[in-house]
């Protein structure tokens, strides 16, 4: 994470503390979550993007066997640390997972005990916005953070931290 916030865009940062800049009380923030777990790992990708449009992505391989279900978790929970940690008031979270925004609105149960403890830490995180709403959106309307985890969950061995992205024309 502090790797992460070093990284952040300067127009983000003022006085070496993470602010945002101009905060209106209407502001809301929106988080799109996505996780993947497959043979060759497990990672996540998440976009928080400013209500001015400026996009924070973050891609995160998990170094520990894990459920779709639980990297879906793992990663609305670091967009929500993130999302706290740079004083975040208004946020809406887009999911394309079923299980995780039914189990955060209350219209499912989380049964099993892992589901269960990730659904607390979730409902914990979630008490730190003035608004939170969560809402499952189809696949398709989540393609950036579905290509961070991918990326992170079936390339992690093959390059170093930082990736280089350069555009030829």
Not at 39 to 67: C, D, M, Q, R
Not at 77 to 88: H, Q, T, Y
Not at 119 to 145: D, G, H, M, S, W
């Amino acid at each position: 994470m502090a790797d992460f916030l070093l990284e952040l865009p300067s127009d983000m940062i003022k006085k070496g503390e993470t602010t945002i800049t101009k905060r209106d009380e209407d502001e809301v923030w929106e988080l799109y979550t996505d996780g993947a777990s497959s043979e060759e790992g497990a990672g996540i990708g998440l976009l928080l993007v400013s209500p001015n449009g400026k996009e924070i992505t973050y891609a995160i391989w998990l170094n520990f066997a894990t459920s779709n279900n639980e990297a879906e978790y793992e990663t609305l929970l670091a967009g929500l640390r993130l999302a706290k940690s740079i004083d975040v008031q208004r946020l809406t979270a887009y999911v394309d997972s079923q299980l995780v925004a039914s189990q955060l609105n209350g219209s499912f149960e989380a049964r099993d005990a892992s589901m269960q403890k990730y659904l607390e830490l979730a409902k914990l995180l979630v008490q730190n916005f003035v608004v939170f709403e969560i809402t499952q959106i189809p696949c398709n309307r989540n393609k950036k953070a579905d290509a961070l985890s991918e990326l992170s969950s079936l390339l992690y061995d093959h390059f170093s931290k930082k990736v280089m992205v350069e555009v030829l024309e």
